[in-house]
Each structure stands twice: as structure tokens, then as C-alpha cells.
């Protein structure tokens, strides 16, 4: 009975803290919200506590939410989209790998929190992955929120002011820009909730079980993929979404103590390297994108910037930018990163 009540006020304070930074118009405000309220309460009274199956939890509706995030229309794009998934993604990598060790040697962070920190994954999503793959889940938090608020409130407007002293005439030698509107499934029942919540619980429950690096969180993926884009019957709103990200403030809040609150001073550095190294990513493969796949520079430098998919398909419409290939590449950076990162850092830090 103490523990439930420990749960519910743990829940309460985070939500409260939450939904303030959030109204504050802070990138992932819901998160840092509740990562701070759920930090305080455990920092000051020694009260807060989320079992440890929360994560298992959190796991399964965020792959929810990412499998969801196809559409039909969007399968139909790949063909002519493989190309610059694969220099995307290539890139993202190399940035990955290469800014992980490079935090490792120059901080106190282990290796599967330097590499998770640069992972360029959904916000409240990594850090429960990294958590559960046995890295310092509240200082991979940290990081990504830094690379959030980057990709949502800095890279766009450089993109913008880089591409304003541009010579328009020679970005409109690039091809017109795909104006098809992406197909949105119109599912929105509580049948196809039931029935995707279903479906990512029970192969979460069995990826759980496989012994693979977040197991539960790819199985989510591609099983409500599947149903999705196979039966057009998957629906999550986005207030779920909103939940889960509060639930995971909870779990790492909660785990947060003084001694990591002083040892918060140790990632200057490692943010130094994330801020440059995702700046040079957005730059170098934004002109590789341009020069080989027929995007403007402005298109290109979008597709390459960190942040949510969400976040990029209005950022993009915001900038004047049409073409919807931006938030499907957008898209495929969630599904592709988070259900095979993990796993190439796994596999590395078996050899380390």
C-alpha cells in the first residue's frame, strides 16, 4: 500500500512539473518535466518510485508509436527514397560510432552511455532503451534533450539563414520538390488502439524474452508495422504518446540522486561533442543528399537535422519546404535507428 501511494504521488508531481515546462513551449517539455518533478521528490524526501517494469511498459507504446508511423503511401516512395535512406542513415551512424568513443575517452561515461547519447532517437525513448541496456539512463536524458532542443530551436533557422545567402537561381536548377500529400490512414477507432496495443504487447512480452539488446522495443516496432501497413488497422492517439513520455520522466527521475545531480558537471564536454558533431553531420551530408539525390540544399540539410519526425514534417511546412519525401526520410530515421542502433552498439561493446 505505501508503494502504490509512493506511485501516485511520484506520478502526480511529475505530471505537474511536466505539463508546466511544457506549457513553457519547452522542446520535450513533458519529459523534462517530469524528470525534474520525479528528481525532486526523490532528491528532497526520498519519496518517489516506479517499479522497474515501467520500462517494459514504455517500451511497448513507444514501438507502438513508431510502427504507426507509416503509412501506405509512404511504402510506395521507398524505391525512389532508398538511396538517400541509405546516406542518411550512413552518415547518422558514422556520426554515432565516432562521437561515442570520442565522449568516452575525453569523460567519465561508459562506453554504452556514450554511444546511447548520441543515438539520434526518439527523445523519450533512448534513454529508457539506454537504461535498459545498462547505461546511465538520466545522463543519455540529458543529451538527447540538448540534441532536441538543437534540432527543433537552432539547426532550422542556420538552415535558413545559410540558405537565404544562397543563389536562388541555383537551387531551382534541383528538380521540383514531390508535392504528393502523404496518404494518412483514417483507423482511428478504439478497436484499432485495442488491437495495436494487443499486438505490441504480446511480441514485446516475447522480444523481452529473446535476449536481444531492446528486445521488447523492436519486436513493438515491426509487429504494429506489420499490422499497419498489412491490415491499415493500428491506431494510437497522442495523448497515449503524451503518457508514455511523462511515464518515462517517472522512471528516470526517480532514479536520479545528489551524486548524479554533481556529476552532471562532466557533460559539458560530451555536449560540446554532440552540438559539433550533429552540426557537421547536418552540413557534410546535407551537400552529399544535394549533389546525388536531386534535393535542394535546404531539403537536403532538413532531412539531416536531429529532431522528431513530427516535429520536422511542421518545422519543414513552416520553412516553405512541400516536399513530403523530408518527413518520410524523417520517419525512417525512427524505425531504422531505433530498432538497429541498439543493436550495432550492442554487438561493438561485446568486442570492447
Known sequence: ?????????TILISSCFGLLVNKLKVPGGLLVGAIVGAALLNILFSAAYVPTQTKLLIQIIAGAFIGCSMEKSDVKRLPQII????????????????????????????????FMSVVPGGISDTPIIAAVMGADGPKVAVMQIVRQVLGIGVFPLLILTYDNQRNKS????????YKEKRQKSETKSWQALLCALLVATIFGLVGSKTGIPAGTFVFSIISVLILKLQFDFAYLPRWLKK??????????????LMSDVLELRFLLIPIIIIILGYMANCFVTGIVLSKTCGFTRKEAMLITTPAGASDM?????????????????????AVIVMTFFPQIISLILHFL
Request: net charge negative.
Open 170 to 177: 541555383e537551387e531551382n536548377a534541383y528538380r521540383e520538390a
Open 313 to 333: 514534417a511542421l518545422i519543414a511546412s513552416d520553412m516553405g519546404v512541400e516536399n513530403t519525401d523530408v518527413a518520410i526520410l524523417q520517419i525512417l530515421r
Open 83 to 114: 538511396k538517400p535512406t541509405i546516406i542518411m542513415i550512413t552518415g547518422l551512424l558514422i556520426l554515432n560510432l565516432g562521437a561515442g568513443v570520442l565522449i568516452h575517452w575525453v569523460s567519465p561515461l561508459d562506453w554504452v552511455t556514450s
Open 1 to 9: 500500500m505505501e508503494l502504490l501511494l509512493k506511485l501516485l504521488i
Open 243 to 256: 503518457f508514455a513520455q511523462i511515464l518515462s520522466g517517472c522512471y528516470l527521475g526517480s532514479t536520479i
